[in-house]
């Protein structure tokens, strides 16, 4: 691994917005002596596919897996990110908004102990989505959303339980707590990121994923 490369990673199926999305991260602030690289995965048959893919073919210490409809505001994060790992070995991923619990069902919105924030479109129009806000540096939490998922030490992602697009964000939170890694969420003044994913209509796929992600992490 190269400790001074970061990767940004992504599943992508519209290049319009992954052009935006790599605009403003291309744009960001790069710590002095690291380097950046850009890995899309088009024609994954699952997000688990296709970040695997791309994890293994990226010799980046740090990698960003993110939507291709994410665009990072925070011109610092590069070096946010950074400080906040190697300040905590013991932190294995990163996001920008989740959980400290997660529920039953599965949902990690659901949660009375939701943590960050980010301005998002799933409801039609853009608007600030907030839960608690953080007062230290960073808040220690069960489950980040995939929107946005930073990490410093690769594990796989299990596309042999997921085979979709949903539910491999709480996997993957749930794989690194495993492994023994710890997840968080820094203090954010304003939101890190914009994600412009438009209204989310959820069906059968995304049912038999939570079905699965209950059965196996939760019961």
């Not at 690289?37 to 990698?63: C, L």
């Not at 596309?159 to 820094?186: C, N, V």
Request: glycine share 6%; aromatic share 12%; proline share 3%.
């Amino acid at each position: 691994m190269m400790d001074h490369k970061i990767a940004f990673i992504y599943c992508v199926n519209d290049p319009l917005q992954y052009e935006e999305s790599i605009a403003y991260a291309g744009s960001l602030s790069i710590p002095q002596g690291y380097e950046i690289d850009f890995i899309p995965v088009e024609h994954a048959p699952s997000m688990t596919a296709g970040y695997n893919q791309a994890m293994n073919r990226s010799d980046a210490k740090y990698k960003v897996y993110l939507h291709q409809d994410v665009c990072i505001l925070n011109s610092n994060f590069l070096s946010d990110m950074v400080t906040l790992f190697k300040n905590n070995e013991n932190i294995g991923m990163m996001g920008v908004i989740g959980s400290k619990t997660i529920p039953e069902n599965g949902i990690w919105w659901e949660s009375s102990e939701g943590v960050g924030k980010v301005y998002d479109s799933h409801s039609g129009k853009m608007e600030l989505i907030a839960f608690a806000e953080i007062l230290a540096d960073f808040e220690r939490v069960q489950a980040v959303d995939g929107l946005l998922m930073a990490t410093q030490y690769d594990l796989s992602w299990r596309e042999d339980l997921f085979t979709g697009w949903h539910f491999y964000d709480l996997s993957q939170s749930m794989e690194f707590r495993k492994a023994g890694y710890e997840i968080a969420i820094p203090k954010q003044e304003k939101p890190w990121c914009l994600h412009d994913s438009g209204i989310v209509h959820i069906g059968i796929d995304y049912a038999k994923a939570q079905e699965i992600f209950c059965a196996i992490y939760l019961k």
